[in-house]
């Protein structure tokens, strides 16, 4: 079995437990057992959230095309292609991982009942103040090369870094304001990712000095 | 007269002398990969440039860069159909017009690519196959190209012209104009940029354009047919095809949200799905003339 049916497996038959026709392959695959430990992370996380229903396949499909995309899990089609590529994405893996998890925490109480509705509220202005805050405090952390520096990356980087703060300060406050505003929590969640992954490639950046 | 012993202090003090800036001699780069199928070429571009790709019948991959200084180093190698070309910066030091390479590749029409850029624009034509651009501030243009299309920018903008497949975007401050496109599946969206799609909606196709502050501007023709959903939150939607447009035909009763404005309605048969959206700009719908 390879890797690209390993998922296909996971994805008909789900992971827990790992079905028969996967545990040979992952026996000797360090890659399909680090998606596997990669699902099961985010499952847990989202089994600490309170009343909630199971969020639909369509999330978890979503999520893993975005965890892909972000080089923190592969499939095996591109496995080979972007073996450097994965090198230069290393250390944005934990501020989006974070980010993602907030994210489908988002997503999964957009699937509770009506009757939890201030729960909701209350449960979405936590999610998003802890996302807020982890972002917060990693642009403060931002190596001071980057901010100071003159290159035309640089200034780019910089500004649609305050692009997506001040989107963020205007999202926020319409949420505080109209917590059942689906649209705008949609903007939000978008506003945040592209922050955490903003973030992480001026760290990057800062770090390898380029 | 100057002495005997004098001429090795002169000799000293003229290689002391402040000697004019060199100037750093442009490097040249090439190499020729025969492949048989359909390759899959990955470049990295570290440095500043531009990266340019073209198709043609022979069935080699050809890269050629064009470095401004020895300041950078390009690597190129392959692995039977897949070529790896990366541009690394070796002097971290050097000045910003030292620190530039250019890069032009021609590939077999079908071709798949991942390219990664910085500043400089990213331009493919007549290339099929699945593509990944990236890039920080440089444009993305497009022409004649199809496949799964992925773009991903900070600042740069795309321009998409006659493109065919699926095209995904995503941008924080970059524009994108996706021209003529024959595209099943559309999904585009940017935080403060502007949208505009010119062009057919294919039927059975998904087109999902959103934009947080920007424009979102669709031009259809009267002959296409699709169900569309437009969504804002403080925004304005600015219908200027009402004639055409009817309740939704297929028995679905759309309700807008309390907490936002919009429309929904059917052109001809409704057979593609258009949704539209914006958090604060404006959304405009037109027909072509």
Same mark, same amino acid.
């Given at each position: ?34 998606? %596997? ?11 600490? *959230? ?22 923190? %899990? ?28 907030? %994210? ?56 649609? *870094?305050? !692009?997506?703060?001040?989107? %963020? ?29 903003? !973030? ?11 | ?10 000799? #000293?003090?003229?290689? &002391? ?63 039977? /159909? ?18 530039? #390479? ?6 077999? /029409? ?134 055409? &447009? ?44």
């Amino acid at each position: 079995m390879q890797c690209k049916e390993v998922e296909v497996v996971l994805e008909r038959d789900g992971f827990v437990p790992v079905p028969e026709a996967a545990r040979d392959h992952l026996s000797g695959c360090s890659s399909c057992r680090n998606l %596997i430990a990669d699902l099961t992370a985010i499952v847990a996380t989202a089994h600490l *959230l309170p009343a909630e229903v199971e969020p639909p396949a369509r999330v978890w499909t979503s999520l893993r095309l975005q965890l892909e995309e972000e080089g923190i %899990i592969r499939s095996a089609a591109t496995r080979s292609g972007w073996l450097n590529f994965l090198e230069f994405f290393r250390p944005r893996v934990w501020a989006t991982a974070a980010v993602g998890l907030l %994210i489908v925490a988002a997503a999964a109480l957009q699937f509770q009942r009506p009757t939890t509705q201030p729960i909701e509220a209350r449960a979405y202005e936590n999610i998003y103040e802890n996302t807020s805050l982890t972002l917060n405090n990693d642009e403060a952390h931002l190596p001071a090369m980057q901010l100071a520096g003159n290159s035309s990356m640089d200034v780019s980087l910089r500004q649609n *870094l305050d !692009i997506v703060d001040k989107f %963020i300060v205007d999202c926020e406050q319409r949420v505080k304001e109209q917590p059942q505003d689906e649209l705008t929590r949609d903007y939000l969640s978008g506003a945040y990712q592209q922050k955490a992954e903003l !973030i992480s490639a001026m760290m990057d950046r800062g770090g390898s000095g380029n | 007269m100057i002495g005997r012993g004098m001429l090795p202090v002169l000799g #000293a003090g003229v290689l &002391l002398l402040p000697s004019p800036p060199v100037q750093a001699a442009p490097q040249h780069f090439e190499r020729h990969f025969a492949v048989k199928g359909r390759p899959v070429v990955i470049l990295q571009n570290v440095a500043n440039g531009r990266i340019e790709v073209k198709s043609s019948k022979n069935s080699e991959v050809v890269v050629v860069a064009t470095q401004a200084s020895n300041k950078i180093g390009v690597v190129a190698e392959q692995a039977e /159909e897949r070529i790896d070309v990366t541009a690394t910066i070796l002097d971290n030091s050097a000045p910003a017009n030292e620190l530039e #390479a250019n890069f032009t590749l021609t590939v077999p /029409e079908e071709t798949e690519l991942q390219l990664k850029s910085q500043t400089g624009l990213v331009y493919v034509e007549q290339v099929m196959g699945d593509m990944t651009l990236q890039s920080v501030a440089g444009d993305i243009h497009l022409k004649e190209v199809s496949g799964y299309i992925v773009v991903r920018t900070t600042g740069g903008s795309l321009v998409c012209t006659q493109c065919a497949g699926k095209l995904n975007f995503n941008s924080i401050s970059g524009n994108a104009q996706v021209l003529q496109p024959g595209l099943s599946s559309v999904t585009l969206f940017t935080m403060s940029g502007n949208i505009l799609f010119d062009g057919e909606f294919i039927r059975t196709g998904i087109y999902t354009m959103k934009s947080g502050k920007g424009t979102v501007e669709v031009h259809f023709s009267g002959n296409d047919s699709f169900d569309l959903n437009a969504q804002t939150a403080t925004g304005t939607v600015d219908n200027q095809a009402e004639a055409l &447009l009817r309740p939704d035909s297929h028995g679905v009763r759309h309700i807008a949200s309390r907490f936002t404005k919009g429309l929904f309605g059917t052109v001809g048969s409704g057979l593609a799905k258009v949704e539209l959206s914006s958090y604060s700009g404006t959304i405009r719908i037109l027909k072509r003339d």
